[in-house]
């Protein structure tokens, strides 16, 4: 189980390699923890989004996640989100309790609509995260989304 | 090889709706094909749409985006028979890019 384990962590850890999303999601903190393993997301959530290069982001009520209150499905779970922040430039979508807890980061140019909707796998019952660019500060909000069958394996 | 990606955008009180369904395995590397063997990590990582030649979405994906990626937005402006193109690229190299025109 523990072979298992590590052999899952070393291929998680590729993602890192491979440049992954422009998030830099396995560099200095998790790396020097664990210096084989750069991507795998062993860290909290807010280290996560911290690497991000968001900080410790504001919560603000104005990032409307919508999601079904229970998912059937974990393989594909519909989630939407819109924000309300003027000057909103890039949203980071994440699902704290998958493997790798960065979904997708999403950039907005100038006449684009501060709203996206999109699929996900969802490993178990987790928080979904939104991290929100708006006139250079980031924002966050959450919401729980409970899953009957995991995204098995994903 | 992937299929073409679908596309469907439409213009209504100057706001062009997309939609899109991309054709992928968006293999993680965690998933376990029917022989118990690991089913290599291959998923689209990068996604760009435009409108004729202006990006109007960038994005960036993990390996936790579903099978067959859907993806919906909408921006300010476009007229029917504009073009909207989608490009995307994997981890394995390949790429592709499909077009529709704005009903």
Known sequence: MRRQRRRMLKTVGGLGAVGLLPLRVGD????????????F?????????????AGRPMDSAEIRITAPP?????????????S????TDRIVLLVEKNPVKVVASYTLPDGTAPAIQTRVKMNETSNVYAVVRAGGEFYVARREVRVIVGGCGL | MSGPTRIRASVKD??????????HPMESGL??????????????????????ERVVLAASFGPSVSTNPYLAFSFAGGAPGDE???????????SRSDSTRIS
Do not use: F
Not at chain 2, 14 to 23: A, H, K, N, W
């Open chain 1, 84 to 87: 309300g922040l003027p000057g």
């Open chain 1, 41 to 53: 997301d062993t860290r909290s959530i807010d280290e996560v989004i911290a690497a991000l290069g």
């Open chain 2, 31 to 52: 998933r376990k094909g029917p022989s118990g063997e690991r089913v290599p990590m291959h998923y689209i990582d990068e996604i760009t749409v435009r409108h004729n």
């Open chain 2, 84 to 94: 909207i193109t989608v490009s995307w690229r994997d981890t394995g190299g390949d």
């Open chain 2, 14 to 23: 100057g706001v062009t709706e997309v939609r899109m369904l991309m054709s």
């Open chain 1, 28 to 39: 200095a903190g998790a790396a020097a923890a664990t210096p084989d393993l750069p991507g």
């Open chain 1, 70 to 82: 229970v998912a059937e499905d974990g393989r594909t779970v519909s989630i939407g989100v819109a």
